[in-house]
């Protein structure tokens, strides 16, 4: 009985630096995914809210050609869910992890930079462009690979749902801070150059960060690629009983048809609309503010980024209280109507009516988010599908907003897209209405 005593305090006793060991292991990623995640953000907001203001308000560069080029870079971006569906099979490999993320965050600041250069060579600057978007997403999968391995109880799922909204918010906001002490006069090329150097110094060091990021953290059953084959056999296992779990999100219990599938495509795609204004906003708010007051641009964007953040928290408090169809009814027909309302106001209003639509965009995130895992099933496959019809939005949209400022107003171009988007309450409507109706009948009978 000693002995038995003994070999369990001895089991309890591993079991114990088993889980120290991996939390150590999670701790040590932290920096790596923070800072991934900052990175990233503070890139992609300098991307899509300054290189606007910096091609029409500083370089004045040919619409058309400009639209040319978002075509040649958007379109790369539909390698994101190639490499989600390849990375979904890196189990055995966690060690390569480490390898791509290190690869991708080196060619999205090294493309990124450098395609900074080529801004006078619009189709050149599209291709380098598209080339720092591919390696961000392939540093974004490596990282979320091992997010999502690691994610297995409530605690370290939390840990990681902190840190990459964390890393997101803080890149966010730095972009716009630059923009706010650094740029006094948009015409200056010397504090455009500024500019673009802080972002560099803020971003250059990930590269360094990542060569300590420990993937194989996220695989505690294991220590090398040789023990994959046991953690695969556990992963597999629990895998298939989450997916026996289905989400009651209304009245029924909601299954989803290849039907539905179609249809969520078409609703992402249409959603993407807004894309319409992506590169037209910025420019046009400038000339409505007044060069001497864009500073107030970035102001007015951290104000949003904040309140976006803090509506996030409150709208994944209440999809288990607020049926998704409904919540995804009125967010998007309130953010759909301020779009098309506010280009019409004074700017000051204009910027108060988006600040509003920011609690609706909080909402449209996460349950639309949550209406595709479902439909997913939790398939990979599945789930990279409807990615990629919101990456053909905004590889359609993006080019053709920007084509239509030569022909029509800024004013147009964001009302069109909120017509648009009311459009997509059509698709909305009769997902998973077919699978209600006959659960319905299947009841009565």
């Not at 907001?45 to 004045?60: D, S």
């Not at 978002?70 to 189990?91: A, E, H, R, T």
Request: hydrophobic share 50%; aromatic share 16%.
């Amino acid at each position: 009985m000693n002995q038995m005593t003994g070999n369990n305090s001895k089991t309890k006793t591993n079991n114990i630096q088993s889980k120290n060991e991996n939390e150590i292991k999670f701790k040590t990623n932290s920096p790596q995914i923070f800072h991934a995640y900052l990175s990233a953000a503070l890139l992609n907001v300098l991307v899509l809210a300054y290189l606007p203001i910096y091609f029409f308000n500083v370089l004045n560069v040919n619409r058309t050609e400009l639209a040319f080029a978002q075509l040649l870079s958007y379109s790369l971006l539909f390698i994101k869910p190639v490499l989600s569906v390849y990375m979904d099979k890196q189990d055995k490999h966690p060690s390569k992890l480490k390898i791509y993320s290190i690869l991708g965050a080196m060619g999205m600041i090294f493309f990124f930079f450098i395609s900074l250069l080529f801004t006078h060579l619009l189709l050149l600057f599209g291709i380098l462009l598209g080339s720092f978007y591919a390696f961000m997403a392939l540093m974004d999968v490596a990282i979320d690979k091992s997010i999502v391995s690691s994610g297995k109880n409530e605690k370290t799922a939390s840990k990681n749902s902190l840190l990459l909204q964390l890393g997101g918010l803080i890149g966010s906001i730095l972009t716009n801070l630059f923009f706010l002490i650094i740029i006094q006069n948009i015409q200056s090329l010397s504090s455009w150059n500024t500019f673009f150097l802080t972002s560099f110094l803020f971003t250059a060091p990930l590269i360094l960060i990542l060569f300590w990021f420990k993937p194989q953290a996220a695989f505690p059953r294991y220590n090398n690629d040789k023990q994959a084959d046991d953690y695969n056999y556990t992963n597999n296992n629990y895998n298939n009983t989450k997916n026996t779990n289905k989400l009651n999100t209304n009245s029924f219990t909601a299954e989803f048809s290849t039907r539905d599938l179609f249809l969520m495509c078409l609703f992402i795609f249409i959603l993407n609309a807004e894309e319409l204004y992506q590169y037209p906003l910025e420019p046009w708010a400038i000339e409505r503010l007044g060069p001497e007051n864009a500073w107030m641009i970035s102001v007015f964007y951290i104000i949003f980024i904040l309140i976006n953040a803090i509506f996030i928290i409150v709208a994944s408090k209440l999809t288990h209280r607020i049926p998704w169809k409904l919540a995804l009814y009125i967010s998007i027909f309130f953010y759909a109507f301020l779009t098309i309302v506010a280009p019409w106001t004074t700017i000051l209003t204009f910027f108060i009516l988006i600040a509003i639509q920011q609690i609706f965009t909080s909402f449209i995130m996460i349950y639309y988010v949550l209406l595709m895992i479902q439909i997913s099933e939790r398939k990979v496959l599945k789930f990279q599908i409807m990615a990629s019809f919101g990456i053909l939005g905004r590889l359609v949209f993006t080019p053709i907003g920007t084509a239509l400022t030569t022909v029509i107003t800024t004013e147009w171009i964001i009302t069109i897209a909120g017509i648009l988007q009311l459009t997509c309450l059509l698709p909305l409507f009769f997902i998973g209405k077919t699978n209600a109706i006959q659960l319905i009948q299947n009841k009565k009978s």
